[in-house]
């Protein structure tokens, strides 16, 4: 500590204590306004909040992760009759504009017949369009290390060349890609439920966390169709969901509860970036304590 802060903690008060007094009120009532009071509600229209917010909701245990990279593919939930789901493309131009994308950039490890190598990479045959949309539009694949965990970084592929290889792979075999409308949906349904089958890793409002074996990303840049892609194939230790454990209009209720938590009504007070406790606790030790040490120093008295 430097000698001019030393001085100034233990300096004899000079103020007459009756303003001492005042100034201590006035900050104290001050700071609890600040921390009791609402943020101003959010510009951008969000939606009407739950009836339970934030970050005070119980999370739900984890799931048991399954043991990633085991080189069997995890086919996708084939939707329900009355699903949503997005016409998968294809035309002769695109197949073969998707045959040429993908021996150049994914044959290495899924193998020129689309079947997986041991060790290196899954079979691709019968995933269907939901987990190559998924995996190529949030940058996962072409991965680098076929041992890591595959994580969002920018695309490398522009939405044409996506599709081009939607077409190439899914003429493999397998579903149409899942979508949702989440404007169908129900907010305080998509908070129970996001409770109930996603918190325990996703954190409640999706700031994302750890499980054991995998970073759990934050879901405040997924798009609603990779919520939908994501719920019923389960990327990486990510369990897949069908549509009787989460049915469609549950799924348009869990993507608009998502796409709300990007700006939520922090009703409680100060939402400090809204990554629970650890930082509450913070704000409490660094900003309340500085804050108390001050107060102490204005209003207390040295006795000889
Ligand atoms: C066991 C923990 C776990 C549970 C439960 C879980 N997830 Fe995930 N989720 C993950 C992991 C790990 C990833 C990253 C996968 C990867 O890197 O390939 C992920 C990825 C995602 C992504 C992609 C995010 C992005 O920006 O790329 C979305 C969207 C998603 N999950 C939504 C959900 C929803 C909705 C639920 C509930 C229905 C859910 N998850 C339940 C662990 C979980
Ligand atoms: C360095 C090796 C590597 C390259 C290159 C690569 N992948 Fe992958 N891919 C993997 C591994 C490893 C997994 C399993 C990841 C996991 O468990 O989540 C995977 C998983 C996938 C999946 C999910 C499969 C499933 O189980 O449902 C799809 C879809 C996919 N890759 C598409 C592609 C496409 C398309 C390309 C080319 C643009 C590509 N990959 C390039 C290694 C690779």
New binding site residues.
């Given amino acids: 500590m430097s000698a001019l802060a030393r001085r100034w903690l233990t300096r004899r008060a000079r103020a007459p204590r009756a303003l001492r007094a005042t100034v201590a009120l006035l900050m104290g009532t001050a700071a609890l306004l600040i921390l009791a009071s609402p943020r101003s509600p959010q510009a951008s229209g969000a939606a009407t909040p739950p009836a339970a917010t934030g970050s005070g909701g119980a999370a739900a245990p984890a799931q048991a992760p399954q043991p ?2 085991t080189g069997r ?4 939930e084939a939707p329900a009759p009355g699903e949503r789901t997005v016409a998968t493309p294809s035309s002769p131009t695109l197949l073969a504009e998707g045959r040429s ?2 021996e150049e ?2 044959s ?3 193998g020129m017949d689309l079947k997986g190598r041991t060790r ?3 079979s ?1 045959v019968g ?1 269907g369009a939901g ?2 949309d998924f ?2 539009s949030t940058g996962r ?6 041992h890591a965990e ?1 994580l969002r970084t920018t695309p490398l ?1 522009s939405r044409a060349r996506i599709q081009a ?1 939607v077409a190439f ?1 899914s003429s493999f075999g397998g579903p149409p890609a899942p979508t949702t409308d989440p404007g169908a949906g129900d907010l305080a349904l998509g908070l129970h439920d996001f409770t109930l089958d996603c918190a325990g890793c996703h954190q409640i409002v999706g700031r994302g966390g750890l499980t054991i074996g995998a970073i759990v990303p934050e879901l405040q840049s997924a798009t609603a169709q990779q919520v939908a892609e994501a719920v019923r ?1 389960g ?2 230790v990510m369990p897949r969901f069908g549509p009787r454990q989460i049915d469609q209009h549950a799924l348009d209720s869990i993507a608009r509860y998502v796409l709300w938590t990007r700006a939520p009504s922090d009703r409680g007070g100060w939402g400090i970036s809204n990554i629970g406790p650890i930082p509450e606790g913070m704000v409490a030790w660094f900003l309340a304590l500085t804050a108390l040490v001050i107060v102490a120093r204005l209003i207390g008295e040295r006795t000889n």
């Fill in positions: 990633p990279g593919s995890k086919f996708p994308l993908y950039g994914c290495s490890c899924h290196m990479a899954p691709l995933v987990p190559v995996y190529l694949m072409p991965l680098e290390n076929p595959p592929y290889l792979v194939m990327p990486y």
